[in-house]
């Protein structure tokens, strides 16, 4: 099946600030960082497929309108408590810890942080 995105960008305030928080929870649900840039660096399943980037915009707000998330898929519960914790150790804010959102679903299982430059970011099992 075709999908219909071939990636998104996140702007970053610092860039460093920025791997050092997708690294880890990249790492969790098996990701890699495919590229390395001097402004860039891209994620995605494996080396030739970019799903995520992130581009050094530095300035005072690189925050998308209010709304917005991005949502990610976990292969299991387990990984979406590893990534909310992995996410938390290194500069994420809690917007809604582990667990069932019935009201999404009944095996809805999603945890929800904010990056380190306020993107909103849902980890989700179904």
Known sequence: MKTFLGHL??????????IAFYDAVFAVLGGVRCFTGPVSVGYGPNMDKEDLALKLYPGPDVT???????????????????FYAAALAHGGR??????????????????????????????VHQ
Not at 9 to 18: K, T
Not at 64 to 82: E, I
Not at 94 to 122: M, S
């Open 9 to 18: 960008s996140l702007g970053v305030a610092d860039l460093e600030r920025g």
């Open 64 to 82: 998308p309108r209010p709304g917005f998330h991005l949502a990610l898929d976990a292969a299991s519960p387990a990984m979406v408590d590893q």
């Open 94 to 123: 809690d917007d809604g810890p582990p667990g069932l959102r019935p009201h999404y679903g009944p095996t809805y299982y999603a945890a929800f942080v904010i990056d380190p430059d306020g993107h909103r970011i849902e980890v």
